[in-house]
């Protein structure tokens, strides 16, 4: 092996589908591994998904157990310790975005990439079946983290909620700036979202905002939902299960952008917005504070503010510049080439891995 040349093991159960749409981590595992690859680094990554299912992967893929994404069970409980017969002695690094509680360590260097925290999904979420899971996979978090030789959180809010380790600090995740530009924008006053309709995203509530009040306000305005299809309405389009290189398309040709969820643990859709020079206006969660700098890269409103803001920036894109010119410069330091090298790094030490 090369000295700079390393065998990875990345933890990844959930990976992108070409059968369903998945969240944002799917979208960091998959990213992280292709540019790991790119790097020169032999990587395999051990997921419920089958490799066919996963387009555009220059990594190996090891399905860990069939049919695990087939209710919650299987999914959060079975599958990970079915994990626990896996051997990673071979590998020189181990990062890892989750489901991990249950995998053997050894002396290889094991990184935790915490994303958020099932204890804050929990206090915004309002079933009980839920927040019962949440609140045990919260604890499992914790178990993941004790165990990990350094533990990556994604905010300074996230790792607020764990035991923290000399080693354990915080690295925002990366975006790809190559992909997520700066371009022109639509000739309609537009409005972007990202997320779901039901759930901490908040899309049914902007949906309604934007019925009731922006288009009655802003005639030619335009609402772009990424996300499954809703209610029909003027000025209202969905896109389902659009690529990645559409949904750049999307960001760029937008004026603002809003997703006014109660908790995001970082949120990738703001910077991925920022780097597409669209303006960020959005209410408050630790996520959107964190990078927004409180204000200082978009706007961040209280709910009862939301409408008038959105109203006021559809009409005024030329003010826009006040905040986007900074945020296009934050986004730019969180690109892969600038941030994959922490992820590395991480595990350089000396291994203090739990060998249980």
């Known amino acids: 092996m090369g000295a700079t040349s390393k065998s990875i093991a990345v933890i990844a159960y959930e990976l992108p589908s070409d059968r369903e749409r998945t969240g944002g981590v799917s979208h960091f595992n998959h990213r992280l591994c292709n540019r790991l690859s790119e790097m020169g680094h032999r990587v395999t990554a051990y997921t419920v998904?089958?490799?066919?299912?996963?387009?555009?992967?220059?990594?190996?893929?090891?399905?860990?157990?069939?049919n695990?994404?087939?209710?919650?069970?299987r999914r959060y409980y079975t599958a990970p310790l079915l994990g626990r017969k896996l051997s990673f002695d071979?590998?020189?690094?181990?990062?890892?975005?989750?489901?991990?509680?249950?995998?053997?360590?050894?002396?290889?260097?094991w990184v935790r990439i915490m994303h958020g925290s099932a204890w804050?999904?929990?206090?915004h979420n309002k079933r009980a079946i839920r927040k019962a899971n949440l609140l045990f996979q919260y604890a499992l978090e914790q178990v993941s983290a004790a165990r990990s030789t350094v533990t990556l959180f994604n905010s300074g809010d996230t790792r607020r909620l764990y035991p923290n380790r000399p080693a354990d600090r915080v690295v925002h995740l990366p975006i790809d700036t190559r992909r997520f530009s700066p371009g022109p924008k639509n000739d309609a006053p537009t409005l972007l979202f990202v997320g779901g309709l039901d759930s901490r995203k908040r899309g049914g509530w902007l949906l309604e905002l934007f019925k009731a009040r922006i288009r009655p306000s802003i005639p030619s305005a335009q609402l772009w939902m990424v996300c499954e299809p809703g209610e029909e309405a003027p000025g209202v389009t969905y896109f389902r299960m659009v690529s990645q290189e559409r949904l750049a398309e999307l960001y760029r040709q937008?004026?603002?952008?809003?997703?006014?969820?109660t908790y995001e643990g970082f949120g990738i859709p703001y910077l991925e917005a920022m780097a597409s020079g669209t303006l960020v206006v959005t209410t408050p969660n630790p996520g959107a504070i964190e990078l927004l700098a409180g204000g200082q890269y978009g706007r961040i409103v209280e709910d009862g503010a939301?409408?008038?803001?959105?109203?006021?920036?559809?009409?005024t894109p030329a003010d826009h510049v006040r905040w986007t010119a900074p945020a296009l410069r934050w986004a730019r330091n969180h690109d892969w080439s600038v941030l994959v090298d922490e992820f590395l790094a991480a595990g350089a030490g000396p291994s203090e891995a739990n060998t249980r």
């Open 90 to 109: 071979d590998y020189d690094l181990v990062l890892s975005s989750g489901d991990d509680w249950a995998m053997r360590r050894s002396g290889t260097p």
């Open 68 to 73: 695990a994404t087939r209710g919650r069970l």
């Open 254 to 261: 937008a004026h603002v952008f809003c997703m006014p969820s």
């Open 120 to 123: 804050r999904e929990l206090t």
């Open 306 to 315: 939301l409408a008038d803001a959105l109203i006021e920036s559809l009409l």
């Open 49 to 66: 998904r089958a490799a066919e299912e996963v387009e555009s992967a220059a990594y190996r893929i090891v399905t860990v157990a069939e």
